[in-house]
């Protein structure tokens, strides 16, 4: 069995099909060395017992996912979704969870203003901050690619968020950093650069592997499997473990295709896709 | 009828279902200024005619579309490319194009190499610059959403596309610069600084709009007349017409919906979009 343990699955890979338990041990037994769990597989469940059989399976957390997004076409809405992150971010410090991603959301409803989104976004991380680092629980911004600046997230590149963790947090508190995701970034054309930067700033709290289909059929269904499609994963894989970074690789798919198997069947491919992956996390 | 002088015609936006004298006629009889046409509506006719056809009807030809995608899997096919290219540009010299639109390429066949694609683009753009300076045409590097780059354009943002262009033309010589799409630039946190990088460059040779739809569900062929979708089109607009930009506001929109309609109903929906935008192009 080839050494999966600086790979991680995120459980949106498997199509939220089974519960977190089913899924804690089915990612353990394949030798996995962690998970990212959705917020609906963990939030109608006993939080501190889902961490339990986490550590009892010896699978650490490589990140808690998502945000609810931040802006928002009322005041008083987006201070709802800076609550709910709060709470969230509890759930987050239960499970150890590497870090909070933060998908930050696009437009507010019936907006055309970005610069707005993005000023409340920040505005929204600044609120954050506190609690995370009361908590213990790293903020991880994650640049979307820039196809779901609408809808989705307002920050599309890594140049982006390092700017705003610099304003947000100039004193690298370890509680601000970024999730980087091939998928989002493989065409930025700093992205070695940016990678490098976003290492030596100490902000690199994840990474997140997949691949870019050709042709690409649907905006937000149809990634692929690491290998599948036409990101150059060895070359970046091998930057960022040479940067040292010290988290697993996680693997993200979402794939209407891939979730028409059963978790088995698609953690068994997942587990060849990491394989395939792991000389490039030779340290 | 409202000022439409200020606008023009990319024929991509009625479908090419017409000839390209029956598309001149119809685009001057509803007052646009100018067009910009394909091609494959070109290339099959006699272009000397064309172009009296076109200084008859009063319409210039804000940009010729376009290039033949550069990057290539041999060095023989990468020269057919540029080849390919300095045909065209001597048609687009024919038709007194305002410029000739490089939208590059993506990776080149197999591969996954973006920066070796990127190199190849750089030196079949050196190597068509002197032509573009002989006949007196400009070269318009489109930067592309990064969602096409794997599969149509490597330069992705203005920032890369302006860097390119120092890099090759430092001089400015007024024959290398850009074309800017609202549609492929909107989500970028830096477009606004871009604009106007690009303008005091003397590097803005064209500037597109169309829209984009939420949700999107094509990447290539669901774009939006302006005002359907969520870009700020009047604050864009205005920006490049404050910077003095000279050209025509060009209307680039592939939609599978709209090819549905018959070229007129196409332009007297195209005649509403950009009349509601011609006070923003007010000197």
């Known amino acids: 069995m080839p050494d999966l343990s600086r790979f991680s699955i995120n459980t949106a890979t498997l199509g939220h099909q089974a519960s977190i338990h089913a899924t804690i041990e089915a990612v353990a037994a394949r030798g996995f060395g962690g998970i ?3 917020r609906r597989e963990i939030e109608g469940e ?4 889902v961490a339990q059989h986490l550590r009892d399976a010896g699978l650490k957390v490589s990140g808690y996912c998502r945000s609810t ?3 928002a076409a009322s005041r008083e809405a987006w201070r709802r979704n800076v609550e709910d992150n709060r709470r969230a971010l509890r759930d987050a410090a239960v499970l150890e969870a590497a870090c909070f991603v933060l998908v930050v959301g696009g ?3 019936g907006s055309k203003d970005l610069p707005d989104a993005r000023a409340q976004v920040a505005e929204g991380i600044a609120a954050l901050l506190p609690d995370a680092e009361a908590l213990g629980v790293p903020l991880a911004i994650e640049p979307l690619h820039p196809m779901y600046a609408a809808d989705r997230a307002c920050v599309n590149t890594i140049s982006q968020a390092l700017e705003l963790c610099s304003a947000l947090d100039p004193q ?5 950093g970024l999730a980087v995701d091939v998928y989002h970034t493989w065409w930025d054309p700093e992205l070695s650069a940016m990678i490098a930067r976003t290492a030596a ?6 990474f997140h592997i997949n691949d870019w289909l050709v042709p690409t059929t649907d905006l937000l269904m149809d990634r692929g499997m690491p290998g599948d499609g036409v990101i150059d994963l060895g070359r970046i894989t091998r930057q960022v473990t040479d940067t ?3 988290g697993l690789m996680e693997l993200e798919v979402f794939s209407a295709k891939l979730w028409q198997l059963r978790p088995d069947e698609i953690l068994e491919s997942a587990s060849l896709a990491c394989a395939s992956l792991a000389s490039y ?3």
């Open 36 to 38: 990212a769990p959705w």
């Open 46 to 49: 006993n939080v501190v017992k």
């Open 69 to 71: 997004y931040l802006p």
């Open 107 to 109: 437009l507010a409803d």
């Open 172 to 176: 690298t508190s370890g509680f601000l």
């Open 201 to 206: 700033d100490n902000r690199l709290l994840a």
């Open 244 to 246: 040292g970074f010290a």
């Open 281 to 283: 996390t030779d340290t």
